[in-house]
């Protein structure tokens, strides 16, 4: 079945460093890709998507590239803030008889230090 | 973008009490919404999804008499926690499609979250 996995956290950054959030994900068919990501006591928000291979998401200064060769959605940011201290989720959406079915990573925490 | 809103966001209850939660689409309609529990520092685990006018399917593991899901209008459904017990303490998520904004992308809007403590 499809599955989404993500790196492990906590990542911890200073301020400013570069971020990188690996995502990679199995699907049957071709499914959307997306990152959401989650503030301290908070639902979750949409972050970026992307739809089709080759399609880069980006929003706030973060990116991720729809890689279907290497089934990835990496999430990156060249500088990363204190504000961005959040958990991360990767997921995909693939359509089925009846409607969507979205596949959620098990979230990444990052710690930005100032 | 669409919003659903999520009520209460925090609720304190005793234990053999049962508590309500409502997760509302504000300005879209939504036919299906999506109930998630989200245990600390883990991720969501899809409970059931709520079909408007008919009947929620739950996922395995999820027992539905415990958790009466009702899905009455285009705009509201609702968790009712049925005599909450201590381990049903937890952060539960409701999300909806809005299948007139993004039709072909499955993206998700999130409520804010209900936080629930079982005493």
């Known amino acids: 079945g499809d599955s989404v996995t993500q790196m492990e956290g906590p990542v911890t950054l200073s301020e400013e460093a570069f971020l990188t959030i690996n995502c990679t994900y199995t699907?049957?068919?071709?499914?959307?890709l997306f990152w959401y990501v989650q503030y301290p006591g908070e639902g979750l928000q949409l972050l970026l998507k992307?739809?089709?291979?080759?399609d880069k998401g980006s929003n706030k200064g973060f990116e991720a590239t729809y890689r279907k060769e290497t089934t990835s959605f990496h999430l990156e940011k060249g500088s990363v803030q204190v504000s961005d201290s959040a958990v991360y989720f990767c997921?995909?959406?693939?359509?089925?008889?009846?409607?969507?079915?979205?596949?959620f990573g098990a979230g990444t925490r990052l710690f930005v230090k100032a | 973008g669409a919003v659903v809103s999520q009520h209460p966001s925090r609720v304190i209850c005793k234990s053999g009490t049962s508590v309500k939660i409502e997760c509302r689409s504000l300005?879209?309609?939504?036919?299906?919404m999506f109930w998630y529990r989200q245990f600390p520092k883990q991720s969501l685990m899809l409970m059931a999804t709520?079909?408007?006018?008919?009947?929620?399917?739950?996922e395995q593991g999820v027992e539905k008499d415990k958790f009466l899901i009702n899905h009455a209008s285009l705009t509201l459904s609702t968790l009712t926690v049925t005599s909450a017990h201590p381990e049903d303490s937890s952060f539960y998520i409701c999300?909806?499609?809005?299948?007139?904004?993004?039709?072909?992308?499955?993206?998700?809007?999130f409520g804010e979250g209900s936080r629930l403590t079982v005493l």
């Open positions: 999300s909806a499609r809005d299948r007139a904004g993004a039709p072909n992308t499955g993206e998700l809007f």
């Open positions: 699907a049957t068919g071709y499914p959307s």
């Open positions: 992307a739809t089709k291979a080759d």
């Open positions: 997921a995909l959406s693939d359509r089925r008889a009846g409607g969507f079915k979205t596949i």
């Open positions: 300005d879209f309609q939504a036919t299906t």
């Open positions: 709520s079909n408007e006018g008919s009947k929620a399917t739950y």
